[in-house]
C-alpha cells in the first residue's frame, strides 16, 4: 500500500473571513471539507491527493480524516450522533454531523523553517502537533495537559491502496482479502506503542484478557457457534460484534523492582496515569486491529488498523481517567437506553421446549415448575423453534420468521396470555432472512422491495422485475442445515417498515413484551452489493443489525408509546446500545474456561457504552453442565446485568434451576440474592443511562493507579507460578458499579481461593464481617451452597437492598420495602464524609414520578451521622427514536413502601444517627443538590447501630 507523504498543510484558525489560511506548497486546494460546515483546523496534503483533516468535535474530542483520494471514495454511515437529543438512528453523511466554523480560542503555533512546517494547535486540554518536511510521511503528535500521550509511527502512519492500483491486489502489502467482499480500498493507520508504559482496553466482546496488549482482533461480525475463549489458548476470532473501539492509558516510566509486591503506603501513586485517550473507528468496513502483536525491526513498536473499503474517520476522546473518557465516548455515540426493573430479573431460556412437540404445554409446565421450586423468573425468551414450519412428512422443517407452527403452540394468544398472568414477559426470538423455497411471504416480500437485492437489468427472475434477490445460505432447521434465502434490508423504507408492521401484528398484539433479535450479523460476502441506501455492504454489514434494533424499537414504541422497549440483540456495534437494552456473548460453549473468560468478554463490551450485558449460564453449546459447573456459573452471573440460563444441550436436556434435585436449594438462594441486590443494580443501570458509566467494570476502570491491577504480564505471569486466580484477577473478578467486588471460582473442586483487593482502600467481606485493607492477598471461602459468589464491599459506600426476599418476580420488590447499608470504616481516626444517590421509579415508563434519595454521611470512629434528602420529582428517560412516538403522559407512580431501614453492617456497634428532608417537586428533573437545604419533616436518631433506623416516608 501506498504510504501518505507529505505535500502541504493548510490551516483553518476559526479568525478569518476566508475558509483557510494558506502555507501550503500543494498544486491542489480542493478538498471534500470546509470550513464552514465541519469546523476542520487544519488540512495536510500529500503526494499522491491524499488529505488529512482535523476537526474538533468539543472539549477535548478531536476527528480526524484521511481521504486518500482527498475526496471520499466511499459515501459511509457513522456511528456518531452528536449528543443528548439527536434521535437519529444512523448518519449516511458524516458530515452532515458538525456545522460552524472552528472555535476562535484556538491556541495555533505555526512555524516554516527551510522546507519544514511545524504545526501546534491547542484546543481545551489538549494539542496537536505536527511536525511536515516534503518528501517525508505524515503523522501526528497529541499532548494532553502538557504531555505527548498518543502519536502516529513517524515511519509509517498512513497507507493507502486504490482498486486499481497494482498495489491493492498484493498479498505482501495487506492482511485482508482483495474480492468482491474486501473491494481493495485499502487502508491502514499506525500508531506508536510503548508496551512498557501504554495499556489497551476495549474492543467490544471479543474475547481474550480485559488488557488488549498483544491482541490481534478482526473487525467482523459472524456467527461463531461454540466459540473458545480461553485467554490461555488460541480464542475464536472474530466472534459476533464489530466494536472499533479502543481505550488507552498512558503511565509514567518509572521503573519498579522485578518482584515488587503490591503495597498499601503509597501504592497509587507508584504508577501516576499521564492520561487516558478513546479512539473510536468510525467504520462498519472490515478489517483487524493490530494491538502490539506484529513486530517489525523496521518499524518499532507500533499498533495500527486496517480496513477493507472506504476512508480512514477517527475520534480521539482524551480525558484524566477512564471514567472520564468512557462518559465523553458514550456522548459521542449515544447514551445506553433505559432498562425496565423486570430486565434485572431472572430470563428463562431453552431451545428444547419450543422444539417439542407438544411446545406450548411444555412452555406452560415452565411457568409452573418456576411456582413449584419458588423460583423467581421476570422474562422468557422465546427460541425460534415455534416458527419452524413442518415439512411434508411432519418432521422438523424450517424456521420462517413471523411464522406460527400451530401444531406445536396451538394459541399464540393463550401461551403469552400464561406467562402475562404470571409477570413474566416473553421475548420472542426473530431472524433477518427469509428462506426462498419455505417462506410463505419470500416472494411477496421480493417484490415489495424488502430484502437485499442485486442488479438484474435482464429480468431473468422471471417476473420482469429488475431487481432480484440477493441469495445466501441461512440457517433453516436443526443443527447444520441451511437453505437460501435473503436478508431483509433495513436501509429502505420497505424492509424497515415490513418488519415493524409484522413484529406488531404477528408477535406484539398476540402478547409479546419484548422482541429478541438474532442471527443478525449479515454475513453477506459480496462487499460491493448495494442497500436501498445505495451504500454497499462492504460498510453496511453492522449498521444493518443496528438499524433492525430500530426497526425492533419501533414496533415496541408504536404498540406500548410510554413503556420503555425492550429489544434483545446478539450481534452489535458502536450505537446499538442506543436501541437495545441486553445483549449476550453469544452461544457459547460449556466448560469451566467459558466461565471465566466469559466475564472479561462482558467487562470488554461494558466499557464500550453497554452496560446491559452478560452471557448464557451453564452454557449453551455440549452437553448438560456438571451440577458443580452450574452452581458456580449461577454464583458468577448473580451481579451481572443479564441473568439467563440458556441452553441447546447437544445431549437433548435443558438447563434449568431444577436441573439437579440437590442443587436446586443453592440455585434458588442465588436468585434470591440477586433479586435483593436488583434495587442496587437498577441504580446503577440508571446513573450509566445518564452518564454513560458501566455497570459492571474491570478493576482497572476503578484502580487504574494500583500497580497489580494495571500490570498484565510481569506480575501476572509471577502470580501465576503460586495462584491461577491471582493471575487472571485483572481480567475475571470485576466491579459491580464503584462499591461491590465481585470474585467468582471458577476452577473445579475448589471452595475457597485467593483474593486480591484493589486500591489504597478499605474492604469489608460479607462473608467474614471484617475489614480488610486494600493493596492485599486475602483468601475467601465460598462453598457450593453458597447463595452468593465471593464479594466485598468498598469502604464509604451505600447499598441499597429490598429489605425481604422477592419470590415470584420483581412486581413483589414493591411490598418488600428498602434497606440502605452504609459501609465506612473510620475506627482509627478518620472523619469520612460522602455522597450517594439512589433512584426509585415504577420500573417500566418512559415518562414517570421518580424518587431520589440524596444520602450525605459523615462518620467517625464512634458515630455515623446520616442526612437523606428524598426528592419526588418527575423524569423522562431518553430515547434515540423519532419524537413522534415519545410519551406524552407522565406514569403516576407512588412510592409503593412508607418506610425504609438504614443500618450498619454487622459487627458495627457505632451509634447511627439519621434525620430525614422530604421534598414534593413536581417539576422537571433537575442536578443533584449534594447539600440538603429543605427543612426535615422529621428526624429520627437511634443509639444501636445494629437494629437501624427505620425511615418513614411520608409526602404531603
Not at 506548497?25 to 464552514?36: G, L, P, R, V
Not at 467482499?181 to 471479543?206: D, I, L, P, W
Request: proline share 5%; aromatic share 10%.
Amino acid at each position: 500500500m501506498n504510504p501518505f507523504v507529505f505535500s502541504g498543510l493548510d490551516v483553518f484558525d476559526g479568525r478569518e473571513d476566508s475558509d483557510a489560511t494558506s502555507i501550503s506548497t500543494s498544486t491542489s486546494s480542493t478538498s471534500s471539507f470546509n470550513a464552514s460546515t465541519t469546523r476542520p483546523i487544519f488540512r495536510v496534503d500529500g503526494e499522491r491527493g491524499e488529505g488529512l483533516f482535523v476537526s474538533i468535535v468539543r472539549d477535548n474530542v478531536f476527528r480526524v480524516t484521511f481521504l486518500p483520494n482527498r475526496k471520499k471514495r466511499r459515501v459511509a454511515p457513522s456511528f456518531v450522533v452528536i449528543g443528548e437529543g439527536d434521535s437519529t438512528s444512523c448518519h449516511w453523511d458524516r458530515d452532515t454531523l458538525f456545522h460552524g466554523k472552528p472555535p476562535d480560542n484556538l491556541d495555533t503555533d505555526v512555524d516554516v523553517e527551510k522546507s519544514r512546517y511545524n504545526l501546534r494547535m491547542g484546543f481545551g486540554d489538549v494539542e496537536v502537533c505536527g511536525k511536515f518536511r516534503r518528501g517525508e510521511p505524515v503523522g501526528l503528535k497529541w499532548k494532553y495537559r502538557g504531555k505527548e500521550i498518543v502519536s502516529d509511527l513517524p515511519s509509517t502512519s498512513y497507507t493507502s491502496s486504490h482498486p486499481n492500483s497494482s498495489s491493492a491486489s498484493s498479498s505482501t502489502t495487506s492482511t485482508l482479502p482483495n474480492n468482491r467482499g474486501g473491494t481493495g480500498r485499502h487502508v491502514r493507520h499506525y500508531q506508536s506503542f510503548n508496551k512498557e508504559n501504554e495499556f489497551c482496553y476495549g474492543m467490544g466482546e471479543a474475547a481474550g484478557r480485559v488488557c488488549r496488549n498483544g491482541s490481534r482482533i478482526r473487525l467482523s461480525a459472524i456467527d461463531a457457534m461454540g466459540y473458545s475463549c480461553d485467554a490461555l489458548k488460541p480464542v475464536s476470532d472474530p466472534l459476533y460484534k464489530h466494536f472499533p473501539l479502543l481505550y488507552i492509558q498512558v503511565r509514567d516510566n518509572k521503573e519498579h523492582g522485578e518482584n515488587e509486591e503490591p503495597q498499601h503506603k503509597g501504592m497509587d501513586e507508584q504508577q501516576e496515569t499521564l492520561g487516558w485517550v478513546g479512539i473510536l473507528y468510525d467504520t462498519g468496513a472490515q478489517g483487524v486491529m493490530d494491538i502490539g502483536c506484529e513486530v517489525s525491526a523496521f518499524r518499532g513498536s507500533y499498533r495500527y488498523i486496517e480496513l477493507e473499503d472506504g476512508d480512514l474517520e477517527y475520534y480521539m476522546v482524551f480525558g484524566r481517567d477512564f471514567k472520564e473518557v468512557v462518559g465523553k465516548m458514550t456522548l459521542l455515540i449515544g447514551r445506553p437506553i433505559m432498562t425496565p426493573r423486570w430486565c434485572l430479573g431472572y430470563i428463562g431460556s431453552t431451545m428444547a421446549y419450543t422444539e417439542a412437540d407438544d411446545a406450548q404445554e411444555q412452555l406452560k409446565k415452565f411457568v409452573a415448575l418456576c411456582n413449584k421450586h419458588h423460583i423467581p423468573c421476570d422474562g422468557f425468551h422465546l427460541s425460534s423453534g415455534y416458527s419452524c414450519v413442518d415439512n411434508p412428512d411432519g418432521s422438523f422443517g424450517s424456521r420462517c420468521v413471523f411464522t406460527w407452527n400451530n401444531r406445536r403452540v396451538p394459541s399464540p394468544h393463550d401461551m403469552f396470555s400464561t406467562f402475562n398472568k404470571a409477570s413474566i414477559s416473553v421475548i420472542p426470538n426473530i431472524k433477518p432472512w427469509l428462506l426462498q423455497e419455505d417462506h410463505p411471504m419470500f416472494r411477496d416480500a421480493v417484490s415489495d422491495g424488502v430484502c437485499l437485492s442485486e442488479e438484474n437489468v435482464d429480468g431473468s427472475d422471471g417476473n420482469g422485475s429488475q431487481q432480484k434477490p440477493h441469495l445466501g445460505l441461512f440457517w433453516s432447521g436443526g443443527g447444520g442445515t441451511f437453505k437460501k434465502g435473503a436478508y431483509v434490508d433495513f436501509s429502505g423504507k420497505e424492509g424497515f417498515s415490513w418488519w415493524v408492521r409484522h413484529c406488531r401484528e404477528q408477535l406484539l398484539q398476540k402478547g409479546a413484551m419484548a422482541l429478541w433479535n438474532d442471527n443478525n450479523e449479515y454475513e453477506v460476502s459480496d462487499g460491493e452489493l448495494r442497500c436501498k441506501n445505495e451504500l454497499t455492504m462492504s460498510v453496511m454489514r453492522p449498521v444493518q443489525g443496528l438499524l433492525m434494533a430500530k426497526a425492533s424499537e419501533t414496533a415496541l414504541l408504536l404498540e406500548r408509546p410510554n413503556t420503555r422497549p425492550v429489544v434483545v440483540t446478539r450481534s452489535g456495534c458502536p450505537g446499538m446500545q442506543r436501541h437495545c437494552v441486553q445483549t449476550w456473548s453469544g452461544d457459547n460453549r460449556t466448560s469451566w474456561e467459558t466461565l471465566q473468560w466469559n466475564t472479561s468478554m462482558s467487562l470488554s463490551l461494558s466499557v464500550c457504552g453497554w452496560p446491559g450485558c452478560g452471557y448464557d449460564v451453564g452454557g449453551f453449546a455440549g452437553e448438560m453442565p456438571e451440577e458443580e459447573l452450574l452452581i458456580r456459573w449461577v454464583q458468577s452471573a448473580v451481579f451481572m446485568p443479564r441473568f439467563s440460563i440458556h441452553s441447546w444441550n447437544s445431549d437433548g436436556t435443558c438447563t434449568e434451576p431444577w436441573s439437579y434435585p440437590t442443587a436446586t436449594a443453592v440455585i434458588r438462594g442465588c436468585i434470591w440474592e440477586r433479586y435483593r441486590y436488583i434495587p442496587h443494580m437498577y441504580n446503577l443501570y440508571f446513573q450509566s443511562h445518564t452518564s454513560g458509566l458501566p455497570v459492571v467494570r474491570p478493576l482497572v476502570f476503578e484502580f487504574p493507579n494500583d500497580p497489580f491491577v494495571a500490570t498484565v504480564n510481569s506480575k501476572e505471569e509471577q502470580a501465576s507460578e503460586h495462584d491461577p486466580y491471582l493471575s487472571h484477577a485483572t481480567s475475571c473478578d470485576y466491579m459491580l458499579g464503584e462499591s461491590v467486588l465481585v470474585c467468582p471460582i471458577y476452577t473445579k473442586s475448589c471452595n475457597e481461593r485467593k483474593v486480591y483487593l484493589p486500591g489504597n482502600v478499605l474492604w469489608f467481606s460479607t462473608m467474614d464481617q471484617k475489614w480488610f485493607r486494600g493493596g492485599s492477598v486475602t483468601t475467601a471461602r465460598c462453598s457450593t451452597s453458597s447463595n452468593s459468589p465471593i464479594y466485598f464491599v468498598r469502604n464509604n459506600s451505600v447499598i441499597a437492598t429490598a429489605l425481604s426476599i422477592p419470590t415470584h418476580n420483581t412486581l413483589d420488590l414493591n411490598t418488600c420495602g428498602r434497606q440502605f447499608v452504609i459501609y465506612s470504616n473510620s475506627m482509627e481516626g478518620d472523619v469520612a464524609n460522602f455522597f450517594h444517590s439512589h433512584v426509585e421509579d415504577d420500573g417500566v415508563s418512559l415518562r414517570t414520578v421518580q424518587y431520589v434519595f440524596n444520602f450525605h454521611v459523615k462518620a467517625t470512629s464512634s458515630k455515623v451521622s446520616c442526612t437523606v434528602e428524598v426528592k419526588k420529582r418527575n423524569f423522562q428517560f431518553e430515547t434515540y427514536t423519532p419524537h413522534e412516538t415519545n410519551p406524552s403522559t407522565t406514569s403516576e407512580f407512588v412510592l409503593p413502601f412508607n418506610q425504609c431501614t438504614i443500618v450498619l453492617p454487622s459487627g458495627d456497634s457505632r451509634e447511627l444517627s439519621v434525620s430525614v428532608a422530604i421534598v414534593e417537586d413536581e417539576g422537571e428533573p433537575d442536578d443533584v443538590e449534594e447539600n440538603p437545604s429543605k427543612t426535615p419533616h422529621l428526624a429520627q436518631t437511634c443509639e444501636n447501630g445494629q437494629e437501624g433506623v427505620v425511615v418513614n416516608l411520608e409526602f404531603r
